[in-house]
């Protein structure tokens, strides 16, 4: 099993579904994290431009293999304070990351 496979069958995962310099960029939360926490993370990424206004939506359980079948993992940002969730990159030839939304990302959540 891959790492990225693990991520995505033991978590929940969370992405702006508006895309933009978001593609392919996802919240990794643990299993029964509350739903106010998942809030607050993505509300701190919105509210220094790396998340639209769109809620947030999570990938269905039985939506995750075509995930994992069409996702690579590119790399993965353990913010430093938190212990609930990890963001991670993927690539897919539909919906490439860019650079700049994934530093965005990396210096939004280093102390979240």
Not at 20 to 26: A, P, R, T
């Amino acid at each position: 099993m891959t790492i990225a496979e693990m991520l995505f069958r033991s978590t929940d995962i969370y992405f702006d579904p508006d895309g933009g310099e978001q593609n392919s960029l996802y919240l990794c939360f643990v299993r029964g994290c509350a739903e106010s926490r998942v809030q607050e993370i993505v509300g701190l990424l919105r509210s220094q431009e790396g998340w639209s206004s769109t809620l947030a939506k999570v990938v269905p359980e039985d939506r995750k293999e075509a995930y994992i079948n069409g996702l690579v993992l590119q790399e993965a940002c353990f913010p430093a304070r938190s212990v609930d969730f990890i963001a991670i990159r993927s690539s897919h030839a539909d919906f490439p990351s860019s650079d700049s939304g994934w530093q965005k990302w990396r210096e939004i959540l280093v102390d979240a």
